[in-house]
């Protein structure tokens, strides 16, 4: 079964506004991982959080975990409109496994 | 930079066939995966390899098997394809450390007719 789910499954925003997206899981992690895809492309490598972590910054990005709820949560700070793509969250529960949700399809209207 | 390829693009193949999807990667990681992506249900694990010779069943290994002889080569086999494997098919390499990421090739669309 998936490790991770996000929500929610689509989310319509305007540009300039925060998107947030959540992420659950249900094992024991050794770290996190957020990733973006455009449509019809490969994946491409947003954050990594390490379990011990509690929250992260990259650019616009901003992800937080907590691991007593199995959650994390990636934020989108003033949103555009490149930043309309499916976004996913995987985790990596032993070290050579991970796997991952079924994505959060953002849309950033102009 | 990482290097992960997968050797077609897009690939149209009849009930029954048997079906070959290649993956390399240039950058000596240990472990690889093969992952299906279908509308709505995000990226499941068909297998994994954390070493040569060596594999481990996914969420969804049915009607799929891997073979993985050399270190930077890892191959998904349909032995007899069916209409429910098309899909989008993705490789992924990442090196022991979990604490790394996780680098995906272009994708296979694999359609099966």
């Known amino acids: 079964s998936q490790q991770g789910e996000e929500d929610p499954q689509a989310l319509s925003i305007q540009e300039g506004e925060n998107a947030t997206m959540n992420c659950s899981y249900k094992?024991?992690?050794?770290?996190l991982q957020w990733y973006r895809q455009n449509s019809g492309r490969g994946l491409v490598h947003l954050i990594l959080?390490?379990?011990?972590?509690r929250e992260k910054h990259s650019g616009r990005l901003r992800v937080t975990l907590d691991t007593s709820k199995k959650s994390s949560s990636l934020l989108i700070t003033a949103s555009r409109a490149a930043d309309t793509a499916s976004y996913f969250c995987?985790?990596?529960?032993?070290?050579?496994?991970?796997?991952f949700g079924a994505g959060t399809r953002l849309t950033v209207k102009p | 930079d990482v290097k992960v390829t997968q050797s077609s693009r897009y690939l149209v193949k009849r009930t029954g066939e048997k079906v070959f999807l290649e993956c390399v990667q240039d950058?000596?990681?240990?472990?690889m995966f093969w992952y299906r992506q279908d509308p709505g249900l995000g990226l499941r694990l068909i297998y994994f390899?954390?070493?040569?010779?060596?594999?481990e069943k996914g969420d969804i290994p049915e009607g799929y098997s891997v073979s993985r002889e050399k270190k930077e080569r890892f191959s998904l086999i349909l032995e007899s394809a069916s209409t429910n494997q098309t899909s989008m098919y993705l490789c992924?390499?990442?090196?022991?450390?979990?604490?790394?990421?996780?680098?995906f090739g272009p994708g296979t669309r694999l359609l099966v007719l």
């Open positions: 390899s954390y070493d040569v010779k060596m594999k």
């Open positions: 995987a985790t990596r529960p032993i070290p050579n496994d991970m796997r």
């Open positions: 094992t024991s992690i050794n770290n």
């Open positions: 959080i390490r379990s011990n972590e």
């Open positions: 950058m000596d990681h240990e472990n």
């Open positions: 992924a390499s990442t090196p022991g450390d979990p604490r790394t990421t996780q680098y």
